[in-house]
């Protein structure tokens, strides 16, 4: 079956410092890719998604790249602020919506 | 569209009690999905529906928990009776039929069973 693989932190960085959070996924066909973020008592909010290879989603900052070939959609900020600190996961869906596979989440805590 | 709407936000109750939670989904979306979030389980799916059918209640936990959906804008989980380790937030979601579609959440349901 589909799964998604990411590290799951926590990830503890200081404000303007480089971030990856690394995905890959496991799919039987072509699914659609997210990252979603939750914030301190919220639910999930999209932060981006790429539907084909090599389209890569952008947000606030973050991007990711829809890579077929190494079956991953890596989460990157150049500059992190206070502010980002929360919960990200990465998901895919494929069947037209009805098959939603998140990660385990990863906490991210940014120093100021 | 207000999004995703849950009730009521926190719940305690005691064990043995009977639970309902409560979900209107966003007008014209195809799917809604019930998920649990634990510390130690993460983010558990528990059912689905498409089109006020339910699809898949394979995460369902035990016989306690049951859900249904009498209608497209309409959703409730059960849980009866409850047990303390019920205790988490629930959220539900709804998605258009569409493969390049998101999920959208509503903002959950904070669960204590004591």
């Known amino acids: 079956g589909n799964s998604v693989t990411q590290m799951e932190g926590p990830v503890t960085l200081s404000e303007e410092a480089f971030l990856t959070i690394n995905c890959t996924y496991t799919?039987?066909?072509?699914?659609?890719l997210f990252w979603y973020v939750q914030y301190p008592g919220e639910g999930l909010q999209l932060l981006l998604k790429?539907?084909?290879?090599?389209d890569k989603g952008s947000n606030k900052g973050f991007e990711a790249t829809y890579r077929k070939e190494t079956t991953s959609f890596h989460l990157e900020k150049g500059s992190v602020q206070v502010s980002d600190s929360a919960v990200y996961f990465c998901?895919?869906?494929?069947?037209?919506?009805?098959?939603?596979?998140f990660g385990p989440g990863t906490r991210l805590s940014v120093l100021p | 569209d207000a999004g995703v709407i849950q009730s009521p936000r926190h719940e305690v109750t005691e064990m043995g009690q009977e639970v309902t939670l409560r979900c209107k989904p966003i007008?014209?979306?195809?799917?809604l999905f019930w998920y649990r979030q634990t510390m130690m389980r993460g983010l558990e799916l528990l059912i689905y529906?498409?089109?006020?059918?339910?699809?898949?209640d394979s995460g369902m936990p035990e016989d306690r928990f049951s859900a249904k959906m009498p209608n497209a804008s309409f959703s409730t989980l059960k849980i009866q009776p409850s047990e303390p380790r019920d205790s988490a937030v629930y959220f539900c979601?709804?998605?258009?039929?569409?493969?390049?579609?998101?999920?959208?959440f509503g903002q959950g349901t904070r669960l204590t069973v004591v």
């Open positions: 998901a895919l869906s494929e069947d037209y919506g009805q098959n939603f596979v």
């Open positions: 529906f498409n089109n006020n059918v339910p699809i898949d």
């Open positions: 007008s014209g979306h195809d799917y």
């Open positions: 799919a039987t066909g072509y699914p659609s």
């Open positions: 790429a539907t084909k290879a090599d």
């Open positions: 979601a709804s998605s258009p039929l569409s493969v390049f579609s998101e999920a959208f």
